[in-house]
C-alpha cells in the first residue's frame, strides 16, 4: 500500500511542476504560440517523468519504466492534434 502512496504523491508533483513549468516557458518564450499549448506539453513531459520517477520510487523498475515510455508515445500526438485543428481547440483567445 505504500509503494501507491508514494507513486501517487510522486506522480502528481512532478506532472504539477511540469504545467507550471510549461506555463512559464509559455510567458517567456513562446507568445505567439496558441494559448495554452506549452502549459500542455509541460504537464506532458512532467506527466511523463512523474510517472518514470514515482514507479522506480515505488520499487517497481518496470513500472516506472513503461509508464515512461508510453506517456511519450502519448505527447507526440499533441502537435499532431494542434495542427490538424489550427491549433483553435487550444486558444482560449479565439
Excluded at 506522480?11 to 516557458?25: E, P, Q, V
Excluded at 500542455?40 to 516506472?64: K, R
Aim: glycine content about 14%.
Amino acid at each position: 500500500m505504500t509503494e501507491y502512496i508514494v507513486f501517487g504523491f510522486f506522480d502528481n508533483f512532478i506532472m504539477l511542476l511540469g504545467a507550471f513549468t510549461g506555463i512559464s516557458i509559455e510567458k517567456k518564450f513562446f507568445k505567439k504560440l496558441p494559448t495554452g499549448l506549452m502549459t500542455i506539453l509541460g504537464a506532458g513531459i512532467g506527466n511523463a517523468f512523474s510517472d518514470g520517477i514515482a514507479g522506480i520510487l515505488a520499487t517497481n523498475i518496470p513500472l516506472g519504466i513503461g509508464s515512461f515510455i508510453g506517456c511519450c508515445i502519448g505527447l507526440l500526438l499533441i502537435p499532431i492534434y494542434a495542427k490538424f485543428n489550427n491549433n483553435n481547440a487550444i486558444d482560449n483567445n479565439s
